[in-house]
């Protein structure tokens, strides 16, 4: 009876272990494990899922096409594959197999047994395939933990968190993303994203050889023609490493931030996109080229390009230039000096202009001095005959910039920019003649005239001061108040297109939404329009429609005067203006003009 007992128990035990067998190989197979061994395989149909569930690699057929391909997708999102290994060799069905052979080698072969991708390491005892919660497919060395190889270091068109772009100073090689021929075909495509880091370093996107869009050079902040980077830099913190080995640019995501990608689609847009989990989509926060002013020297050297502009003038000249062709169809030949300098032999009569909020010029011949601060710089660029211009290159620490960048070459890819930076421009001792901007008086006065005139002169300036410092009325009775740009920002998401109710041709509409639940209409008045007139109007604005309070008219609730910008916020009009009643929607593009200066 005993000897049946133990029969019974330890047919048992065998059909448990059989079981817990059983069970690991059919979660194997169903894709619930981030690991493969020395061995193992990974078969079309199978697939391997990071620890958290966020990522998953397998085989799959993007688009129409109906080739296949290794790749590694957002599970939230399966046709967002934002990693490829055969990218130029597809799989013609499904009897792809991926191996971890015993040489320690992953490769990937077709049902014929032919190498379509494999991966190059050195061996290691003990290591194993994993995909991490990252998204980072890497080999390690088990006994050590050590990365003998990563999806990282091989980056296809998306740029992930812990990611980098840039060089590899030992080595020469670099990292950069390459845009996909087409939605539908992953192989290499003629768009690519890199850093590039002679002068400062700066994001470009290549189209084949010719630089298409550039970002503007890092300025310790971030990229000086993208200052919406800061915007999201809580959750997705900027990093830029200099060191001996390596120059690169990355990000990290916050603990609670949402999943995010960049990536250079096949159309040669850099865009940066997050999930949004309510809707169950993607949201882009930034895509660049935003407007015609972000393609490459778009308005030729010493151009200067305003996106705010009507479109048959985004090109103008710097101040103390003139264009090279008088129609606007040949603005890409750019703008020349109006008067030559007066600089030789150490002696030089020539001065500085600045010219604000502007994406600095290419860097690449540009010359960089980490080590000096503006002053300086100035000193430099005012005793080099060759100097045409210069700039600080870190804005960190508010007022104290620190850095000198000098161009000695034409100045190229300029444009205004909200938040952009000044530019120190050299120009002739003419230039700042007041003679050439206010006519000379020929009549003798009198002395205690004279003296009159410039106390009445001083008299409307001081006067002026005190009602637009700053470009705000400072009013003590003035019930609306000043609210901050983030707040705005908020509100706006961002100042996003898809927010905009009107524009005109000294300011943008937008439709923001306060956290109790209320809209308003935010009216941001244009970068090209911040000229002591634009500044003038605006403060007027704020004064008049302050003191304004009537059942007809739409009330002034609050104000932005920060940095550079100039934004009005007022109640929302959710039924439109009264002349939409009574002259009908055909005069509601004319309206938008004549009140949104």
Not at 73 to 98: C, E, H, K, M
Not at 141 to 156: I, K, V
Not at 286 to 291: E, L, S, V
Not at 453 to 477: A, C, E, Q
Request: proline content about 4%.
């Amino acid at each position: 009876m005993m000897a049946t007992s133990q029969l019974l128990e330890h047919i048992i035990l065998l059909l448990l272990l059989l079981s817990f067998f059983l069970s690991v190989q059919t979660s194997a197979a169903a894709g619930f494990t981030d690991k493969l061994e020395r061995g193992q395989n990974l078969t079309d149909g199978q697939t391997l899922v990071s620890a958290g569930g966020s990522y998953t690699l397998g085989f799959f057929s993007p688009g129409v096409s109906t080739k296949r391909y290794l790749g590694i997708w957002f599970s939230v999102s399966n046709n967002t594959v934002y990693w490829v290994a055969n990218r130029d060799q597809p799989l013609g069905d499904r009897t792809g197999i991926l191996i971890f052979d015993d040489v320690d080698r992953l490769v990937l072969l077709d049902g014929s047994r032919r190498r379509a991708w494999s991966s190059n390491f050195l061996a290691a005892p003990a290591a194993v395939v994993q995909l991490l919660e990252s998204g980072n497919l890497v080999v390690r060395n088990g006994s050590s933990g050590t990365s003998l190889w990563q999806s990282f270091d091989h980056p296809s068109d998306t740029m992930l968190p812990d990611m980098k772009l840039g060089k590899n100073l030992w080595t020469g090689g670099d990292w950069h993303l390459t845009a996909w021929r087409s939605a539908d075909d992953p192989s290499p495509g003629d768009y690519r994203r890199t850093l590039e880091t002679a002068g400062l370093p700066e994001l470009v996107v290549w189209h084949r050889d010719v630089k298409k869009y550039r970002t503007g050079p890092w300025n310790g902040l971030y990229f000086n023609g993208v200052p919406e980077r800061s915007w999201f830099a809580d959750k997705y913190p900027l990093r830029m490493t200099t060191s001996p080995s390596e120059m690169t640019y990355g990000y990290t995501a916050a603990p609670d931030a949402f999943l995010t990608r960049v990536v250079v689609n096949h159309t040669g847009a850099a865009e940066r996109l997050v999930w949004d989990v309510g809707t169950g989509e993607w949201r882009t926060y930034f895509k660049g080229p935003r407007d015609t002013c972000d393609t490459y020297a778009r308005c030729g050297p010493f151009g200067l390009c305003d996106a705010g502009a009507v479109s048959s003038a985004f090109c103008g000249c710097v101040e103390g230039f003139s264009p090279v062709h008088a129609s606007p169809s040949d603005s890409a030949g750019g703008c020349r000096r109006d008067a030559p300098l007066d600089c030789a032999g150490g002696k030089t009569t020539d001065g500085f202009k600045v010219v604000p909020g502007v994406k600095l010029p290419d860097t690449q011949n540009a010359s960089v001095d980490m080590e000096v601060e503006l002053e300086e710089c100035r000193d430099r660029c005012f005793a080099d005959c060759s100097c045409l211009a210069y700039a600080a290159v870190d804005i960190r620490g508010g007022g104290h910039r620190t850095g000198c960048i000098i161009w000695k070459d034409d100045l190229l890819d300029l444009r205004f920019v909200d938040g952009g930076q000044n530019l120190y421009l050299r120009l002739s001792k003419s230039e700042f003649d007041n003679r050439k901007r206010f006519p000379t008086l020929l009549v003798a006065t009198p002395v205690a005239s004279a003296a009159a005139i410039v106390l009445v002169v001083f008299l409307i300036w001081w006067r002026s001061r005190r009602r637009i410092k700053g470009g705000i009325p400072h009013n003590p009775t003035m019930v609306v108040p000043s609210v901050s740009l983030d707040i705005i920002r908020d509100v706006t998401q961002n100042f996003s297109d898809g927010n905009i109710i009107g524009q005109g041709g000294f300011s943008v509409v937008y439709k923001g939404l306060l956290p109790e639940g209320r809209t308003v209409a935010v009216k941001r008045l244009k970068q090209s329009a911040l000229t002591t007139k634009g500044n003038k109007d605006f403060a007027r604005e704020v004064e008049v429609m302050a003191g304004l309070r009537h059942g007809s008219l739409v009330r002034l609730l609050a104000y932005c005067n920060e940095s550079r910008e100039r934004i009005l916020v007022y109640e929302y009009m959710q039924n439109k203006s009264l002349n939409v009643y009574i002259f009908g929607t055909h005069y509601l593009q004319e309206y938008y003009i004549i009140f949104y200066f």
